[in-house]
């Protein structure tokens, strides 16, 4: 009975991060580009446009997904029936710092993958200025760098992830009474 109510508070905080993180995600990826406005954009009905922005938003939620392995174990070990090995308080603040930590890193992640290729392809092409145009080749181009780069980012991420959370070891874990 413990597993199922487990598996359905997982899904319900599953299901609040994913709305959460698209939305904040949404809103600081509008904000972070200065070169044209993007929700004018995407009202317009500029498919480029849009296109980035569903690539960032996947991109970030693939980074955030794989931060939260680490954090996931922990606390389904921590409450699991007599496996607490920390304070509820501390629980709460590991997982408050490791998902800002993750939401951080996947931002940063993307904003700078953005402005890096764009610096490198600068001499032969103004992403900002396609994209403000619906130059739709130039959008799918840009989705393809920031798929990439959420695959490549979000394994790092859960490496550090890992190793900024604590992870029960064999000897916290009584496998046989």
Do not use: C, W
Not at 96 to 123: C, P
Not at 149 to 157: E, H, L, N, S
Request: aromatic content about 10%.
């Amino acid at each position: 009975m413990l597993a199922f109510i487990l598996g359905v508070v997982k899904l319900f905080i599953s299901a609040l991060l994913a709305v959460l993180v698209v939305f904040l995600t949404y809103k600081v990826f509008i904000k972070a580009n200065t070169d044209f406005d993007e929700e004018v954009e995407i009202k317009k009905g500029n498919v480029a446009v849009g296109i980035l922005i569903t690539a960032l938003l996947l991109g970030s939620a693939n980074i955030i997904q794989n931060a939260l392995t680490p954090l996931t174990n922990l606390l389904l070990f921590e409450f699991q029936r007599g496996a607490a090995t920390m304070s509820r308080g501390r629980l709460a603040l590991y997982t408050a710092a490791h998902l800002t930590m993750a939401f951080l890193m996947a931002v940063l992640a993307m904003s700078f993958s953005l402005r890096v290729f764009g610096r490198l392809t600068r001499n032969y092409m103004r992403a900002g200025k396609e994209l403000e145009k619906g130059n739709v080749a130039v959008g799918l181009l840009l989705a393809g760098v920031v798929f990439v780069v959420g695959m490549y980012i979000g394994d790092g991420v859960e490496a550090l992830a890992k190793s900024l959370i604590p992870q029960a070891g064999y000897s916290s874990i009584q496998l046989m009474r």
